[in-house]
């Protein structure tokens, strides 16, 4: 089971996965559902980019938010997602 961190941003929880979480779901059966989504989510410095990814396992979805940098786009790359689209707050 992925455990998520919480840290709290200008008052509200932002909870994020590691791309290693990320990888022990997909090494326990999940699969990635395109599109990814890109989001900024502002903070004091200006703002993150995050990535919403939705996961699949049998009947069962799930959603994890994770900092985006390059290894997770080579993850991505590696799973067959060449894009990520970019969505606004």
Request: glycine share 6%.
């Amino acid at each position: 089971m992925i455990r998520r961190n919480t840290q709290q941003n200008q008052g509200r929880a932002n909870l994020a996965v590691t791309i290693a979480e990320l990888q022990a779901a997909l090494d326990e059966g999940w699969t990635i559902d395109p599109p990814v989504e890109r989001l900024r989510i502002p903070d004091q410095g200006g703002g993150n980019w995050y990535c919403h990814i939705i996961l699949w396992r049998q009947d069962r979805v799930r959603v994890l938010t994770v900092p985006d940098d390059p290894s997770l786009r080579q993850l991505l790359t590696a799973h067959g997602i060449e894009s990520v689209e970019k969505t606004r707050l």
